[in-house]
């Protein structure tokens, strides 16, 4: 073993020592960002990004068991990459499916897919929710997998539930523009039922949402780290969540 490596895993068990299980963020939204431009570095292929982004998420949810976290949700396609060329995407639709598939497997996790699945091809959409059906009794973290996820999206979707349900009860227009609320909508959201994320991390150095949990952040704190997604490290995460529990949380005001 290097002796980096020895100075990078003593700094780790510092780090986790130091944090306080009773601040730890209970959800965390991960922007799981910059695989294409890992792999340009590396002189590969997008497809070989993906894939090494993808083989980082089962490390990165051990870490979470680790810290105390409870809910996690992983962007992994927005809805603005599926205007991407159709073989990248196929190969894309096929990491996604395989990595929801071997997560599931090992039955340590809850898997709960979220997005517009009727815009995906039906083999993804199988696979996703074979995945959640897998694990629904197990105990423990919840991992809100994102795929054809976007912000507005999602908003549109849940104001459409919410319509059509008061259509099933018969209540007029009147009726609902005088009912209708945040909670009303919040009802309908992919995520419903779950606390809104605590902390939100993007990798790769890019410094925006771009629509990513866009109803539910309104609280979050941000967290913008520079390392690209394969390359995130657990240094890097328990950084982030000491960097939350330093923080004053002041919920919009």
């Not at 497997?105 to 996703?128: E, I, N, S, Y």
């Amino acid at each position: 073993m290097q002796v980096r490596e020895v100075l990078v895993r003593a700094y780790c068990a510092r780090l986790r020592h130091n944090l306080d299980p009773l601040r730890a963020p209970k959800h965390v939204g991960v922007i799981l960002d910059g695989n294409r431009r890992w792999a340009s570095l590396q002189g590969s292929s997008s497809i070989a990004g993906h894939r090494a982004g993808a083989a980082k998420i089962s490390e990165f949810l051990g870490w979470c068991e680790g810290t105390g976290v409870e809910v996690v949700t992983l962007w992994l396609l927005s809805t603005d990459n599926l205007a991407r060329p159709g073989a990248e995407l196929a190969d894309l639709f096929g990491i996604i499916e395989d990595t929801v598939g071997e997560l599931a497997a090992q039955r340590r996790w809850r898997l709960h897919p979220v997005g517009a699945l009727d815009l995906l091809p039906a083999a993804t959409t199988a696979a996703l929710k074979q995945a959640q059906e897998q694990t629904a009794d197990v105990p423990g973290l919840l991992v809100n997998v994102a795929v054809a996820y976007g912000g507005r999206r999602e908003v549109v979707d849940a104001v459409r539930a919410l319509l059509a349900e008061q259509h099933r009860l018969g209540t007029s227009i009147d009726d609902l523009a005088a009912m209708i609320d945040v909670e009303h909508i919040g009802r309908h959201l992919y995520t419903h039922g779950q606390p809104d994320p605590d902390l939100v991390i993007r990798t790769s150095g890019e410094q925006r949402l771009s629509g990513f949990l866009l109803w539910q952040s309104a609280h979050s704190e941000f967290y913008f780290c520079e390392a690209y997604w394969p390359d995130f490290r657990e240094v890097d995460f328990l950084r982030a969540i000491r960097d939350f529990e330093s923080r004053k949380r002041r919920f919009g005001s």
